[in-house]
């Protein structure tokens, strides 16, 4: 009887178990094809894209760079104390709208320049696709930088040239640094503003890019694509 008992109890227990292990079965995701490097390079190209039609058309708006604190163009360092030296003269507003003309020329140059990007994305080939897949949640979009920005520099910056003169900007900062060098006891300052602020366009570029690529590695439900659900599901 106690034989009886116990063979019960086990047959129970197996019972239970397997229907408990089947259960965490039917709860797993579903198992994916192979997918080539291939399928991983279109899937991460189309992450960068809607990285670019998500968030970097953002930044071609009005205030898109000045109202977003993320990729908000200051002064470079050796114009601070320009700022300061204004603002202590009581020319604030001056030093806030020179501040402003930088992003404003920012804004205008990512509008212009933003079809380049698309291209330059379109012709990249992820050789190691699965590592950047794997990578860190900003991995493809530091690839990227990688590849593109010294040629986005070069054409980055004339757009910004022109986009000074568009807004203003040269009339502006002359106007503001010559009355900062007609300051007694300062040195006068001459900064490359240009220079300054491609790269800081640039970098805004690919920040609100990462933002977009971390969003889709991170939550499911931004991947809108079949493609992007099959390829990131594989770094999940």
Do not use: H
Request: aromatic share 8%; net charge negative; charged share 25%.
């Amino acid at each position: 009887m106690l034989q009886k008992t116990c063979a019960y109890f086990v047959v129970m227990f197996l019972f239970f178990s397997c229907a408990e292990l089947q259960q965490v079965v039917d709860q797993l995701p579903p198992s994916n094809p192979v997918l080539s490097n291939a399928d991983i390079a279109s899937g991460l190209r189309q992450a960068l894209n809607m990285g670019i039609d998500k968030q970097v058309t953002k930044l071609t708006q009005k205030d898109g760079f000045f109202k977003n604190d993320l990729v908000k163009i200051l002064l470079p360092e050796e114009l601070q104390k320009v700022d300061d030296a204004l603002r202590s003269i009581g020319l604030g507003n001056l030093a806030d709208e020179g501040i402003k003309v930088l992003n404003r020329a920012a804004e205008d140059a990512v509008k212009e320049a933003t079809p380049i990007f698309v291209n330059a994305v379109k012709e990249i080939t992820f050789n190691d696709a699965k590592n950047i897949l794997l990578g860190e949640d900003n991995a493809a979009t530091m690839y990227l930088t990688s590849k593109t920005q010294n040629e986005l520099y070069v054409k980055f910056k004339p757009v910004i040239n022109a986009s000074f003169n568009k807004v203003g900007a040269d009339q502006i900062w002359t106007n503001l640094i010559t009355k900062y060098n007609s300051i007694p006891l300062t040195n006068n300052v001459n900064p490359d503003l240009t220079d300054y602020v491609t790269n800081e366009a640039l970098d805004g570029v690919y920040k609100m890019i990462a933002v977009e690529e971390k969003e889709i590695r991170t939550n499911v439900s931004s991947r809108t694509t079949d493609l992007l659900k099959k390829v990131f599901v594989l770094q999940d």
